[in-house]
């Protein structure tokens, strides 16, 4: 007999991000874009949800060159072998091209999950070629980037444990998932290395903090996972742009308020949902951002304001 298909209450550092920049976009997500999907071809009964989960699967340009270049890091490390100079940057540019034209055809309405749907299309902003120009020159330069970094070089006499691939585990009381962008163990002193790449230009302050809280998180997982001690992992954080990395050790410290973080967010979440272990709650028990600017960036936009035309 089939287990029921249940929405589950998980905690990820991204669905966290979401619900700390707006709570109502965290319940689109989780809550109201459930059940949304097109089942064998036909789109789902209820019109809100499928449209929620429509946009629950829109990427910017810029975040979709970020998961080309996962992809292509995650391929490098699977082929053991470096192309060409100009070839990765190329892979690139052709991958970003074709995202670009099938956003254009708007397949991604029949097939929300397996098409891409971009925003700048999708909501009409002015100029999203230029954007799209801007972009692949970028990534063209992380692409190669690539071929230099030591953490692909790292791959090639590591064991490689993990390329791109969803782990879920329990802290506490939390199913927890993250996906891991390179995990290698070194044969000879039995560290384990995690990469996380980083593929914006954007080197803030505040954006430095929140990557190296994502990969202190990342540790907690690796302890976790392969049931190690804090101080045999190591955290690299591969700033893609500028082709420069900063790996550190991580720490029992670090690895305990990774824990303590964890359960408190998830606490917070869970506070406002019907039941803790499952995403039930209905949307006036998670408010809308007051922010504008969020607002005006946000997926959902369409789905909360039932407009296309941003700002509106």
């Known amino acids: 007999m089939r287990k029921p298909f249940v929405n589950r209450f998980t905690y990820s550092h991204s669905s966290w991000k979401l619900y700390s920049q707006c709570p109502r976009a965290w319940w689109w997500a989780k809550v109201g874009s459930w059940f949304g999907w097109p089942n064998h071809g036909r789109p789902a009964k209820d019109p809100e949800r499928a449209l929620a989960y429509m946009l629950s699967k829109m990427e910017t340009i810029p975040q979709t060159s970020g998961k080309i270049l996962h992809e292509i890091a995650a391929e490098l490390v699977a082929e053991g072998s470096m192309p060409a100079k100009g070839v990765l940057a190329r892979r690139y540019e052709v991958r970003m091209l074709g995202a670009y034209a099938e956003a254009l055809t708007g397949a991604y309405q029949a097939d929300p999950k397996h098409k891409i749907n971009l925003f700048e299309v999708y909501y009409g902003l002015p100029n999203p070629r230029d954007r799209l120009g801007q972009t692949i020159s970028e990534g063209r330069v992380a692409a190669e980037n690539l071929r230099s970094s030591r953490s692909i070089a790292r791959a090639r006499r ?13 802290i506490g009381n939390v199913p927890v998932f993250c996906k891991t962008d390179l995990a290698t163990k070194d044969p000879v002193t039995g560290l384990i290395y995690l990469t996380d790449y980083k593929t914006s230009a954007n080197n803030s302050p505040r954006r430095e903090s929140e990557d190296r809280e994502q990969l202190a998180f990342y540790g907690r997982a690796a302890t976790l996972i392969y049931g190690v001690p ?56 998670f408010p809308e951002t007051s922010n504008p600017k969020i607002c005006g960036s946000c997926v959902f936009y369409h789905a909360c304001k039932g407009r296309r035309r941003l700002g509106e």
């Open 158 to 170: 590591h064991q490689v444990l993990a390329a791109e691939r969803l782990e879920e585990f329990n």
């Open 230 to 285: 804090a101080q045999q992992v190591r955290l690299t954080l591969s700033m893609l742009h500028s082709g420069t990395e900063d790996t550190w050790a991580s720490s029992d410290e670090e690895v305990a308020g990774v824990e303590r973080l964890v359960l408190r967010r998830a606490a917070t979440i869970r506070s406002q949902l019907q039941d803790q272990t499952r995403n039930a709650a209905p949307r006036i028990r």
